[in-house]
């Protein structure tokens, strides 16, 4: 049994990928997010809601205690929310980091070039990498509401596959690497619908 943070919960793959927690897992969730009134329908004694900010580093740590996993499935100011998540993890001892990236932060897309718009996902990433942190890196294509787990993945370094990929998908991922121990340790995956 795991626990396992998830920050930004009420983000749009954050939800799928609680369902699938709470349905195919025996994880405990501990949901972090700026508002809690937006998370709707999430009944269980397996669910403690915290309301907070990821850039809030006294909360974040706090939220850390006796976790095993954290899930950080954000937007937004993603470089400084990287600085905030490898502090915090590294004073409360926890090591498992999935995060939650774009295609394209390596130049890594056949014949794309997405420019500075994926500089935060680039500095963010960085920071991770260079932690000591036991982190997977998830790089998805764009999202589709397709119901349907349907994915390939490629490493660090190879061309990435695909243009699109289901948010069920990436969710799908996202819990096994949660409650797989070792697998894809700090790795960086692309991860796609296969063509
Ligand atoms: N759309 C695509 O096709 C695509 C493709 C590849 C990658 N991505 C990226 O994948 C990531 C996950 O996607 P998603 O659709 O699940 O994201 P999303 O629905 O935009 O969710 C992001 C979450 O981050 C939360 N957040 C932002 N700042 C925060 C802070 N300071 N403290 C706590 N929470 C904060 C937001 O909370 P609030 O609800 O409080 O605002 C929101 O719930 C995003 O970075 C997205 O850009 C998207």
Do not use: C
């Not at 919960?9 to 709470?22: E, K, T």
């Not at 990433?125 to 349907?148: C, G, H, K, M, V």
């Not at 490493?155 to 069920?168: I, N």
């Amino acid at each position: 049994m795991k626990n396992v943070l998830i920050l930004g919960a009420n983000g749009s793959i954050a939800r799928i990928a609680i369902n699938l927690f709470l349905n195919e897992t025996d994880a405990q969730l501990t949901l972090y997010l700026r508002n809690s009134h937006r998370l709707k329908n999430i009944n269980s004694n397996r669910v403690r809601i915290i309301e907070g900010d990821v850039l809030d580093i006294e909360k974040l740590k706090e939220a850390m205690i006796g976790q095993d996993v954290v899930y950080a499935n954000l937007a937004g100011n993603l470089e400084q929310m990287a600085k905030n998540i490898v502090e915090a993890m590294n004073a409360t001892g926890v090591k498992r980091l999935i995060w939650i990236s774009s295609m394209g932060i390596y130049d890594e897309v056949p014949g794309e070039k997405y420019g500075s718009i994926l500089d935060p996902y680039r500095k963010s990433a960085a920071i991770i990498e260079a932690s000591d942190l036991d982190y997977t890196i998830l790089r998805p294509a764009w999202f589709t509401n397709q119901d349907e787990i349907d994915y390939e993945t490629t490493q660090k370094g190879e061309p990435f596959k695909g243009s699109v990929v289901s948010r069920k998908s990436v969710a799908d991922l996202v819990v096994k690497l949660a409650v797989t121990p070792g697998m894809e340790v700090r790795r960086s995956l692309g991860v796609n619908k296969p063509e």
